[in-house]
């Protein structure tokens, strides 16, 4: 089982900037599919965006244009650029694998997640 870790969360202005990354555990990094997910309180886990080991990348609509994901297969890590933030963007964001999909149940391994709060 592979062991993702989360960082970089934390609290910005709206249309400020943060980058999350997120560190796999174990080999094969690079053939790995990554996607990041979001949950804020009281509203169900849904699909930012990923990126597949070909580099082929994804986008909810919501987050097109402002958010950009890439990876690092050296450092086995996936990047989560987060640009022109807005208050609607707070909440937690969880890295995963074993898919590019949007469905969160495509996925089988899930980081802890990191905190991200975008204030008005």
């Known amino acids: 089982q592979v062991q993702l870790v989360e960082s970089g969360g934390g609290s910005v202005q709206a249309g400020g900037s943060l980058r999350l990354s997120c560190v796999a555990s174990?080999?094969?990094?690079?053939?790995?599919?990554m996607g990041w997910f979001r949950q804020a309180p009281g509203k169900e886990r849904e699909f930012v965006g990923s990126?597949?080991?070909?580099?082929?990348?994804n986008y909810a609509d919501s987050v097109k244009g402002r958010f950009t994901i890439s990876r690092d297969n050296a450092k086995n890590t996936v990047y989560l650029q987060m640009n022109s933030l807005k208050p609607e963007d707070t909440a937690v964001y969880y890295c995963?694998?074993?898919?590019?999909?949007?469905?969160?149940?495509?996925?089988?391994?899930w980081g802890q997640g990191t905190q991200v709060t975008v204030s008005s």
């Open positions: 995963a694998t074993g898919s590019w999909a949007n469905r969160p149940d495509e996925y089988d391994s």
């Open positions: 174990g080999r094969a990094f690079s053939t790995r599919d």
């Open positions: 990126i597949s080991w070909r580099r082929t990348t």
